[in-house]
């Protein structure tokens, strides 16, 4: 695609639920990563794909949080049993390999009531 | 522990101003400095820095990265209210030999008013 596009654009859920927040990539870029951006703050890195692979799941708050990319290109973040304290910004962003730039999404902006 | 802070947090200007935002960083394995502009949601790319003492430039705005002292300055000139935006500081570290982190500062709110 033109760009990084992201799913929904803005999505509102109750304490408890699950979510789901798509990205998908530029075509043909195999490094792709997804940052929290608290309001005030700047990107927080969560996790980093090289392909299929989650190459670095370090900034992953804690087991409530899931990545996938199963083929390699779309990526999925999974957020299990939502809290107040999740609702922020989610931003993808894509790159050719993992030390060339990346180019961000819109972002999904999760409000947990 | 790898971090970015910059400097200020927040900036209010007239247009024509011109403004100078900070950035300094403590990483291991220093690969490069990023600028993005963020309006709204998704962050621009502006600048890659990777050299000392080499100006980057694009119009009214330019950078300079000091790898000794271990901080980056953006300069903007006759700021417009089109300038409104977060400015994001970013350093790239080398983690693996296939893999660079990148780590966020803070950001500075700049907003600019006729």
């Known amino acids: 695609g033109a760009g990084v596009s992201q799913t929904p654009s803005n999505k509102v859920t109750e304490k408890g639920k699950y979510v789901e927040l798509r990205c998908d990539p530029i075509?043909?870029?195999?490094?792709l990563y997804w940052y929290r951006q608290s309001l005030g703050q700047g990107p927080e890195f969560l996790i980093y794909?090289?392909?299929?692979?989650?190459?670095?799941d370090s900034g992953l708050p804690n087991d409530r949080f899931f990545a996938v990319r199963p083929e390699g290109s779309v990526s999925t973040l999974k957020i299990q049993r939502t809290e107040r304290g999740d609702s922020a910004v989610y931003l993808c962003?894509?790159?050719?390999?993992?030390?060339?730039?990346?180019?961000f999404g819109q972002g999904t902006r999760l409000t947990v009531v | 522990e790898d971090k970015v802070v910059q400097s200020p947090l927040s900036l209010v200007v007239h247009e024509g101003d011109t403004v100078t935002l900070n950035c300094s960083y403590e990483?291991?394995?220093?690969?490069?400095l990023l600028w993005y502009k963020q309006e709204k949601k998704a962050p621009t790319f502006l600048f890659m820095l990777?050299?000392?003492?080499i100006e980057k430039k694009s119009g009214r705005l330019s950078s300079i990265l000091d790898k000794k002292e271990l901080f980056s300055i953006l300069n903007i000139t006759a700021t417009q209210t089109g300038d409104s935006a977060v400015y994001l500081c970013?350093?790239?570290?080398?983690?693996?030999?296939?893999?660079?982190?990148?780590?966020f500062g803070p950001g500075t709110s700049l907003s600019v008013i006729p």
């Open positions: 962003a894509s790159s050719w390999t993992g030390n060339t730039e990346a180019f």
């Open positions: 794909f090289q392909g299929t692979g989650a190459a670095d």
């Open positions: 075509s043909g870029h195999t490094a």
């Open positions: 990777t050299s000392s003492g």
């Open positions: 970013a350093v790239e570290a080398r983690v693996e030999t296939s893999y660079d982190k990148v780590i």
């Open positions: 990483v291991t394995n220093f690969r490069s």
